[in-house]
């Protein structure tokens, strides 16, 4: 694999537009990567909890970017995965208001380890298994196109929005107490690459700012130039308290974080969150790198054009197919819904989902699909794929979304 591209053991080329589920922001394998690698590697790999120079380099670089008032003023904790890092936001949230309840969204995905898991709503990843944590809610996630309340943005009044803020701030909502921490993706990702309203984001960490409850802002698979800023919540112009990092931050090597304002960090026991290859030499190492790369490239503004060139063909598409009922993102984070019909909005089929994506592979793109109902195409291409590229990818969706039209 190189750039965005990867060719298979019979050396069939592909252009991916999967990035690893949003990991190889920087492109895979890109050389000065690889290289960074290999010299930490050389020179010391892993360090556990020791603070070694590039760890230390890349907590200042972390709290340099974070966004708002978090910025300057936060502190660093290394995890190993998205999951794990969901996990120690869990921790520290709940050791800090001496509570214990927590509100997620429906359609949520924050990881598969127990309390992770226990804050993921899609029945593929729970079915089987006993409740793994107790104490968590789940409320409606801004979901405008499949609105829970059957309304319609603006004229909504932002419905959703404020039964959440009931939910976490009143009594009579099925809560014991009011909730440590309510956990959120800022764009939606498994769920189906779900765009909120600003405004319903804002009211939401309005409600629970005002009751002294935490906003975690889950940025494992928006962040880092994904959505054209750092991270996604800067859209919304939201300060978090605790963010979740992961995918894009390493890239090609398994790095996570979380990122805490240190008024919550600083209250937290010393060495009480041992991670035995949490903050890895290499992996900070790589971190670093991609972060500069991030920066050469511009690629948050790269994302940003890319994405809108890609959106505005994706939404020509969407007006003269029957199928295509909502195109959606923000950058290079993009989903397609596709239904059987469009004024029912019935989803289609998965049968017919998996032959879209394989004909879609059979013509040299590489897709997954996401959704709660399994009937979204994802687009999470590397940041540094070509418009040429992208033209390609859309050639190939939209004579694939024709076939498609023809079995309905």
């Known amino acids: 694999a190189r750039g965005a591209t990867v060719e298979d053991l019979d050396g069939n080329k592909y252009i991916d537009v999967m990035g690893g589920v949003a990991v190889n922001n920087v492109g895979h394998s890109h050389p000065e990567v690889v290289k960074a690698m290999y010299e930490q590697a050389n020179e010391v790999a892993h360090t556990a909890d020791f603070p070694s120079p590039v760890r230390v380099r890349l907590i200042e670089e972390l709290v340099g970017i974070a966004p708002g008032d ?3 003023h936060s502190r660093v904790a290394f995890a190993m995965s998205g999951s794990d890092a969901v996990e120690t936001a869990l921790k520290f949230a709940k050791y800090f208001t001496k509570r214990t309840e927590i509100v997620a969204f429906h359609g949520a ?22 409740p793994s944590i107790p104490g968590v809610h789940f409320a409606p996630y801004p979901y405008c196109y499949r609105c829970p309340f059957g309304k319609k943005f603006p004229d909504c009044d932002l419905e959703c929005a404020r039964y959440t803020g009931d939910m976490i701030s009143k009594s009579g909502m099925g809560l014991a107490d009011r909730p440590a921490a309510v956990i959120m993706e800022p764009v939606q990702g498994e769920g189906g690459y779900i765009v909120p309203p600003k405004e319903a984001i804002e009211w939401i960490a309005k409600v629970a700012r005002e009751n ?47 990122i805490g304002h240190r008024r919550i960090m600083d209250e937290l026991p010393k060495m009480w969150n041992p991670v035995t290859f949490g903050g890895n030499a290499v992996g900070a190492a790589v971190s670093l790198k991609n972060i500069e790369l991030m920066r050469r490239y511009d690629l948050c503004r790269r994302s940003e054009v890319l994405g809108g060139y890609f959106m505005d063909l994706l939404k020509e598409l969407e007006e003269r197919s029957k199928i295509v009922g909502d195109v959606r993102g923000k950058g290079l984070m ?7 019909d469009k004024s029912t909005k019935a989803p289609m089929d ?13 013509n040299g793109v ?7 109902f399994e009937n979204v195409v994802r687009f999470m291409p ?9 033209d390609k990818v859309f050639a190939v969706f939209s004579k694939v979304i024709g076939e498609l039209e023809e079995q309905i």
């Open 212 to 258: 002294n409850i935490l906003f975690i802002d889950d940025e494992v698979q928006a962040g880092f130039c994904r959505t054209g800023r750092w991270f996604a919540i800067e859209h919304h112009g939201v300060t978090p308290d605790l963010i979740t990092a992961g995918k894009g931050l390493g890239g090609d090597f398994p790095v996570a974080a979380v």
């Open 382 to 390: 590397p940041l540094v794929i070509t418009r040429e590229q992208i």
């Open 350 to 362: 998965m049968d017919k989902m998996i032959w879209l994506i394989n004909r879609m592979r059979d």
């Open 70 to 72: 978090m910025r300057g």
């Open 366 to 372: 590489l897709a997954l699909i996401a959704g709660r």
């Open 334 to 340: 993009i989903g397609v819904e596709l239904v059987k």
């Open 109 to 130: 995905y924050h990881g598969v380890t127990a309390g992770a898991l226990a804050l993921t709503t899609n029945q593929a990843y729970r079915r089987g298994l006993p």
